[in-house]
């Protein structure tokens, strides 16, 4: 049968469309698939790594205990005690931290067991030493038989023991995450490849079958001509029309192929230029359904360009390589605030920057965190007249935590668990765009600066969000 009819053209150009379409879908499954494998297993890392920082310091609270007991014994001074004390109100909870850390291995356990054993074994020599000197007995032969130190020295060489194997294993963990990154290009690059290759079929075998339809209805005028001798001119005419219509989609066919097979975000940009195209030439012939539908399209690839964009950000904040130096926050964010105004210049936002806010740590990873929270705060006050946001500093315990407050909407904070998790979102997307990726990538530069974050929030009561930087650890 010959295909003259616009209706099977249109079949075969909505098909042309459709199909790439579910094979990126099906891409963007087994992206998304391995891209949470990957950060499973950074998470993992992440995990191993916290438990050497606490096997440090229950190390360096024994040292503390040790040279305490020390200290107090050469000079007879109470003020030598003062870090014994206090390491040994420490302690308990440190080693119970640590060993929650270690639940998920039995052969950690068990060393935990034997820790605490000399523990205890340490203690008891060194209440005996501190005894012996209250009462002006011999303490002294007590220490050259060298039963504190024996028991002290076996102590730490299990605490290496148990850190030796940690470190192994988040190296374990970190190849897994190099692997598993690897296998996110390897495998996008190679299903890239496959589907141009099938689009190119598909589009000549759709010609051949267009160029063969338009050869039999030509033959057919030929073998009637005397019969349709009247109509032969708008006979030639609708042939005419309809080989521009297959050049054009011959071209677009051709430009949609190769952008699927240049790489990931190009057939997203593809996906909506034909999509506004077919808005554009075939809109009023579209039913209000095929609008509605064209139209989730284009917002459904410019998300998942989002997506791949966040996702990839977050995978490079996890793996890059940390520089150390002086980094002035305050010029950071005024630097991100005037940014903000410049893209929404019509918005009344009053915006305050404690000064001097230095912190020692990565500049391009810490301008990156800012960008997200102020973001952020900038994104969920634009519903609220009289927007305000700031940047300040305040000390707690001892540590300084720095915050970034707003008056927005806010949030329940019974999600508050969820926060820091990719792809949670506290607000729908028609209310606030985003990906959710956000502050999951701040959590990792906080966490990479050896610290942590937190929110405090009220629905309507505008968010906080504080967070510690210490020296940037590799």
Known sequence: ?????????????????????????????????????????QEKARHYQVAVTRLEQVRQLFIDRETGVRGYLLTGEPAFLAPYHAAGQQLPMALEELEQGLANAPEQRTWMEEVRGRWREWERVADEQLSLFRQGGDWLSLVRSGAGKTRMDALRSMLDTIRAEELRRATFQGLEAERAGRTVLIAGGLWTLAVGVL??????????????????????VSAQADALRASEARLESRVAWRTLELTAANRELESFSYSVSH????????????????????????SPEGLRLLTRLQGAATRMGQLIDDLLQLSRVTRAELRREPVDLSAIATSVLQELRQRESGRDVTCSVQSGLSVRGDPRLLRVLLENLLGNAWKFTSKRSGAHLELFAETAGG????????????????????????????????????????????????????????????PGGGATFRFTLQEARA
């Open 199 to 220: 689009l190119a079929w598909l589009s000549r075998r759709q010609l051949l079958t267009l160029a063969r339809g338009y050869d039999a209805s030509l033959a057919q």
């Open 399 to 458: 540590v300084t935590h720095y915050a970034v407050r707003d008056n927005g909407v806010g949030f329940d904070m019974a999600y508050a668990g969820k926060l820091f998790s990719p792809f949670q979102r506290m607000h729908k997307p028609s209310e606030f765009p985003g990906t959710g990726i956000g502050l999951a990538t701040v959590q990792r530069i906080v966490h990479r600066h050896g610290g942590d974050i937190s929110a405090q929030a009220a």
């Open 1 to 41: 049968m010959p295909l003259t009819d616009s209706l099977r053209f249109r079949r075969l150009l909505l098909r042309a469309i459709l199909l790439p379409v579910g094979l990126l879908l099906v891409l963007a499954g087994i992206l998304l698939g391995t891209v949470n494998g990957l950060i499973q297993a």
């Open 263 to 286: 790489d990931l975000r190009s057939p997203l940009r593809a996906i909506d230029g034909f999509a506004q195209a077919l808005r554009e030439d075939e809109g009023e012939r579209l």
